[in-house]
């Protein structure tokens, strides 16, 4: 069975700490990806990754870094926490193949104090 | 780029149809998908759609593609509180089809 798990559900956090939000998926995929979802504006991308230490900027990765070392794992970090990065952050992954989907993780609900 | 667009709520009484809709810009897209998202948790695949069928049936869902208006609806029959949701029509970026452009997402409310 297909999975994503990611590090934490929920997450609080202050002002201007550095924050990490670790993904990892069990099907060798080639791309992962990190959304943010917030209400009313749906899924936004941040980063995502087609291959080990291979990374593409989304539509919102300003405060944001990605690190993927190895090919099961993708970690978001946050180098300097801030208020308007409290939300809901949601993990993918896809091989990239044909009409593959995307696999979601379950999210982390991060409140940034 | 692809631009995929759909209304925010919908709520529907328990035991009617639900129908969600879905429009999108690209015409060149040869799949389209909708999500589910239950409370709480992470974005599941429903179904999906080639984009050379206009319709598509499995069991109390039904697909409908209608490629020249670029319009996707789904519909739920018999509407359960279960399928209390935000569903999410979705379809690959044209640009690089291993990343998929999500809709906002439709939040369905049952009424009792």
């Known amino acids: 069975d297909v999975k994503v798990t990611q590090s934490s559900r929920y997450l609080v956090k202050r002002t201007g700490e550095k924050v990490f939000l670790e993904c990892v998926q069990d099907m060798d995929h080639e791309n992962m990806f990190w959304y943010r979802q917030d209400p009313g504006l749906g899924l936004r991308l941040i980063y995502f990754s087609y291959d080990v230490k291979m990374k593409e900027k989304g539509d919102i990765p300003e405060g944001y870094s990605v690190s993927r070392e190895k090919k099961e794992r993708f970690s978001l970090i946050l180098e300097s926490a801030s208020t308007n990065q409290t939300s809901m952050y949601l993990c993918a992954s896809n091989s990239g193949v044909g009409t593959d989907t995307q696999y979601f993780g379950p999210g982390t609900r991060l409140t940034v104090l | 780029g692809e631009d995929v667009e759909q209304s925010l709520f919908l709520s529907v009484r328990e035991g009617d ?96």
């Not at chain 2, 519909?75 to 359960?80: N, V």
Request: glycine fraction near 6%; aromatic fraction near 10%; include cysteine.
């Open chain 2, 17 to 112: 149809s639900s129908v969600i809709n879905c429009t999108y810009t690209d015409s060149s897209s040869t799949y389209l998908y909708w999500y589910k998202q239950e409370p709480g948790a992470g974005l599941q695949l429903l179904t999906y759609i080639f984009s050379n069928m206009d319709m598509k049936q499995d069991q109390r869902l039904t697909v409908l593609l209608n490629k020249k208006d670029k319009h996707l609806s789904l519909r739920i029959a018999d509407t359960q509180t279960g399928d209390s949701a935000i569903y999410f029509c979705a379809a690959p970026d044209p640009n690089r089809d291993d990343k998929i452009i999500f809709g906002k997402g439709t939040r369905l409310h049952i009424l009792p």
